[in-house]
């Protein structure tokens, strides 16, 4: 047989194979699909045998965030300094991965645990009459997407989010006076980028509303009704280690909220 009629065939073979194992592969991702979702089914009718009622609506079709993990960025802070205090700053290394940045206006200090705290001179950065849109404009210079959780007569509070999904520990209290930011207080922030942590891997929705209603039995509480489920990040942190994501659940029922860790299915209260 020529040369050029067998590698024709090989190719056709070749193509066929390819295209069968597509075939397999889809038909198999199309099963697990299935099979997720009629796990997420039976979960909700087991809860609601037992007692919690819920707009099916408000449960999670499926676990779409990943564990991350992040490195300390410390020319972040440095930058994030610079514009909060509106011009270039002195650095000072404070010992356990502390340091403190300042100039005249006032200075800022960045802990490797994410806490942040700052004292501004009064006029020295002025949010503007509309005080929600200038704190998120500022936070949008310094690299932090958020959200405004409260406004109070002197004080914002600032919740980080990242790519749209609330960090649920990530909080900054702005204090202000005559429209002046004049210091951050009981802040935690997060800079860097983060990275998919492929150690680390997420339950089923199924799974996390079953460890949902043992957690909330192990902890001696009962909730006759789920109202809202919120999926975000917990954000944890060591004193030399990256700083990890954790997707989490909070979950609000009708005697109080909840949140469940869906790497480890864990459940703790939320004050």
Partial sequence: MPWSKMKNIILVIL?????????????????GSRLLSQAREDSIQFLRSRGIEMDESVIPQ?????????????????????ILLDGPVSVQARGGEVYRYFNEKGSVQFHSDGTVS????????????????????????MGLQGVILKEEKDRLIFQQTWKGSPLFTQQM?????????VAITSGRQMMGKPQEDTARETISVATALIN???????????????????PGYSVSVSLSGPTLLTPVWRVTTDTGAYQLDTVTGGVTRVS
């Fill in 15 to 31: 193509a066929a194979t390819n295209l069968a194992l597509l075939i397999l592969v889809g038909g198999r991702a199309i099963q």
């Fill in 173 to 181: 209290t702005l204090m202000c006076q005559d429209g002046d930011l």
């Fill in 62 to 82: 499926s676990m779409d965030l990943r564990p991350q993990i992040v490195e300390r960025d410390l020319a972040s802070e440095e930058r994030a300094a610079s």
């Fill in 118 to 141: 700052a004292q501004l001179e009064k006029g020295a950065l002025s949010l503007g009459e509309d005080r929600p849109a200038g704190c998120l404009a500022l936070m949008e210079r």
């Fill in 212 to 230: 949902f209603f043992n957690g909330v039995g192990t902890l001696g509480d009962v909730c006759n009704r789920i109202d809202a489920i919120e």
